[in-house]
Structure formats: structure tokens, C-alpha cells
């Protein structure tokens, strides 16, 4: 079983739609958690932290469940701009300050 | 503005032909890291260093080494490429368990 699992994808979604993806994690020790943006042939860049009581910053919602071990983010009126692969972090436990990515969750979205 | 610069961001290099790709950051960043990402997968952490202490993953092949001559720059030196190794190489920092910043990568082709 991979450490950080995400549906691949991809998601085509139009203008407006709201979208949503999980990430599953296998180790239950992990302490922090990460959506990270990656535009095609770029560098990842940080979208959000995930907090336990579940944190919102603008469009984008993501949640922790700890007891299923998954985190979500949710994208509302989602933009053309929106359109990239959404990297799933979590911080491996029992490590320095290892972070372990999933594979990523592509998204389109269509006029 | 501090950043994590990545040269050269593309590096051609020949089967066999030792090739090192750089990293500097001005950030002030204890910990600096190296990833490796090919095509549609998640980025995979090669090491990384937490101040000057190197850790090493432990499926990382020898043929990848590093140097971390002082705080602001971190090398990732591939001792003899093979066409497996061509992906782009990531650098990221991060202060203790803060989120990564992420370089913009050198992409690296082996002919």
C-alpha cells in the first residue's frame, strides 16, 4: 500500500462546478498535513495546511478526518485558472521533517 | 524576495557523464531536500539535510550523492546517469516542520 494515496484523475469539471478530492494516508502517527498546486512542467507550490478543525482560505476547504485517515480539499465556483494536479502532503511521522507526496489529482476545468 | 534558486533549469547530459545540478537559498532555511519527480508521478524525496546531519533515503541508488557546503546552497551530484534518471530534480527548503518552498526545478535529459 503506497504511504499517500489520490485518485489520479482527472477531474473535468466547467466553470462554476464545485470539485472535491481525497487523499488517504496510511501512517496514523502523521502530524501534519498539505494540498500543494502543481502547474504542468513547474515546481509544486503550497495551496493550504490542513488543521484538524478543518480551515478555509477563500474557494478552497480542506478537511482531516485522523479516525479514517483521509484529508479532502473542496474547490467551490471552481475558475479556468483552477485547472493543474493537486499534490496530497503529509508529514511522515517518526522523521526529520519528512513530507511524503501523493501522486497528484489532475483538474480541468472547461469554460 | 528570498527564494530557492534552482541552475541550470535544463541540463543535457550524456549516459555515464557525471553531471551536478545546484540549489541555493536565501531563506535562511534549516533544512534542504532533493526530489525527484518523472512524469504524471509524485515527487520522491532522494535526501535531505537538517542543518549539516544528511539523511539519506534508504531506496535512494548510490549513483545520487550531495553536498551541503553551508546554509544556503545544497548540490545533488548524479555520478553516472542513466536514461532512467531523466526527470525533473526539485529542491526544496523548509524551516523544521514548516512547509516546503520549492525551487523551480532543473529538468534534467540523458542522451
Known amino acids: 500500500r503506497k504511504e499517500v494515496e489520490q485518485d489520479p484523475g482527472p477531474f473535468n469539471v466547467p466553470e462554476g462546478a464545485t470539485v472535491a478530492f481525497n487523499c488517504t494516508y496510511s501512517?496514523?502517527?502523521?502530524?501534519?498535513f498539505f494540498w500543494y498546486r502543481q502547474d504542468c512542467r513547474k515546481e509544486p507550490k503550497l495551496l493550504m495546511s490542513v488543521y484538524s478543525s478543518g480551515n478555509e482560505d477563500g474557494r478552497f476547504t480542506a478537511q482531516l478526518n485522523r479516525a479514517s485517515q483521509y484529508i479532502s480539499l473542496l474547490i467551490r465556483d471552481s475558475k479556468l485558472s483552477d485547472s493543474a494536479t493537486y499534490l496530497c502532503v503529509v508529514h511522515k511521522a517518526g522523521g526529520y521533517n519528512k513530507l511524503i507526496f501523493g501522486a497528484g489529482t489532475r483538474l480541468a476545468v472547461h469554460p | 524576495d528570498a527564494m530557492v534558486i534552482q541552475n541550470p533549469r535544463y541540463q543535457v547530459t550524456q549516459f555515464g557523464k557525471p553531471v551536478t545540478l545546484s540549489c541555493s537559498q536565501t531563506?535562511?532555511?534549516?533544512?534542504m531536500y532533493w526530489y525527484q519527480q518523472k512524469s504524471s508521478q509524485a515527487p520522491k524525496l532522494l535526501f535531505h539535510?537538517?542543518?549539516?546531519?544528511?539523511?539519506n533515503e534508504a531506496d535512494t541508488p548510490d549513483n545520487f550523492q550531495s553536498r551541503r557546503p553551508n546554509t544556503s546552497f545544497c548540490f545533488l551530484d548524479i555520478r553516472s546517469p542513466g536514461l532512467g534518471d531523466a526527470a525533473m530534480y526539485l529542491c526544496?527548503?523548509?524551516?523544521?516542520?514548516?512547509?516546503?518552498?520549492f525551487g523551480n526545478g532543473t529538468r534534467l535529459t540523458v542522451t
Open positions: 501512517n496514523s502517527a502523521s502530524q501534519s
Open positions: 531563506l535562511n532555511h534549516n533544512v
Open positions: 526544496a527548503t523548509s524551516r523544521d516542520s514548516s512547509p516546503l518552498h
Open positions: 539535510y537538517y542543518d549539516k546531519d544528511f539523511n
